[in-house]
């Protein structure tokens, strides 16, 4: 093992030998290099001021080479803050910034101890970054029967992590938080769990109530009180995205310093938040009543970041931080959030129809991008073909009788005509069989 990851090992472990245990086997070898080309070329920053001939850039007249034909499309900007690397953890001033904006969302946050967030390339680097640094071969994942199938591929295929579902829903459709502590209890033998917490949530819609998130954080500490490490990860990726009552924090606030065997990590970004999916900006952050626990949990991301991507995309980096200090700011995004809610108000509306009710049911939605119908007379793949081939209309099928529809991408004058045309197909099937 490189004595750097050593010194990270023992840091951790001095200040919370739980922490340590929760460590994969590659979050115990990975560190960030102190003494290559990074640091080197840092070094060489601050102090070659005649010339600087350590980073792997071309430079001309003092700045960034660049062509024109992306400079002239982009002259907004100046050349530095768009074509040198970016450091690994990220812009310095977009870390700030994000972090503030977290604790100005997340009031419960304020006399928490919790690190500088790390940049990733979106929210699902985040979670790769999680698994790396956590799940070794056997380790149960645990988050409920819906959800985003890539956490199977991130956490499952990747890391050979094993999958522990739990229903999401209660009979009375609230928050299965008896599900979710039943599930963490099964793992004491192991004495380790990774949970992720999805809200909202992707595909349902669904963001539980304050109750629900109080019920959710007891769970958890129980686990804890039980002798189990857990490693909880709120993946916020449609963040601030509530149209009614529910919870309108992370979770990550309740969770963070809740008890030494549990480690809170928030992964969220400006994909989904700012509406800027294709830039590939995220954010992971750690809680830890230990500084030390802190700063060996970031190089260890480090480590991660430089040996998979190097750093992320510059050019994205700076327009979401330019965006985020703009006075207009506040206003547009209050804006798109209020198109949002009347998409998804619309869609209740819509399904009050009676006629509904006769072929679907919908699980509870209230917040983000998504709702799902959970089908009565046919089966989930059968109408997404039928409906894609007959009609020109696209839904994801999941499992055998649940069908998630974006609202997020229907204009509401639209929405009458989608539903419409899904109760059409729903009626074709029937007929047919």
Known sequence: MNPLAGQLNESINASNTHVYDMLSTLGREIYFPKEGILSQSAEASGHAKKYNATIGIATEGGVPMHLGVIQDKLSAYAPKDLYSYAPPAGKPELRTVWRSKMLQENPTLQDKSFGNPVVTNALTHGLSIVADLFCDEGDAVIY?????????????????????????????????????????????????????????????????????????????????????????????????????????????????????????????????????????????????????????????????????????????????????????????????????KGRANRVKALLDNDKYKEVWDYYPFNSGYFMCLKLKTVTAEALRVHLIHEYGVGTIALGEHDLRIAFSCIDEQYLEDLYSLIYQGVQDLQTTS
């Not at 209890?185 to 992707?202: E, H, R, T």
């Not at 709120?234 to 065997?261: C, N, Q, V, W």
């Open 144 to 340: 409920p029967d819906k959800n985003w199938e890539n956490y199977e591929l991130t956490f499952g295929v990747r890391r050979h992590g094993v999958t522990v579902n739990y229903p999401l829903f209660t009979e009375n459709m609230t928050f299965n938080s008896a599900g979710l502590r039943e599930a963490l209890l099964s793992q004491q033998d192991k004495g380790k769990a990774i949970v992720l917490l999805n809200f909202p949530n992707n595909p349902t819609g669904y963001t539980p109530g304050n109750q629900e998130g109080e019920e959710i954080v007891a769970a958890i500490k129980d686990a804890a009180d039980a002798g189990i490490n857990v490693v909880v990860v709120t993946d916020d990726a449609y963040f601030s995205l509530f149209f009614e009552d529910s919870m309108k924090e992370s979770l990550f606030g309740k969770l963070a310093g809740i008890h030494p065997r549990v480690l809170a990590v928030k992964i969220d970004g400006a994909t989904k938040e700012e509406f800027v999916w294709g830039f590939r900006v995220g954010f992971i952050t750690f809680a830890s009543e230990s500084k030390d626990v802190l700063t060996a949990l970031e190089q260890k991301t480090l480590g991660i970041i430089r040996a998979t991507i190097s750093s992320g995309a510059h050019p994205s980096q700076t327009f979401v931080l330019d965006a985020l200090k703009s006075p207009e700011f506040a206003a547009q995004k209050e804006e798109k959030f209020q198109i949002m």
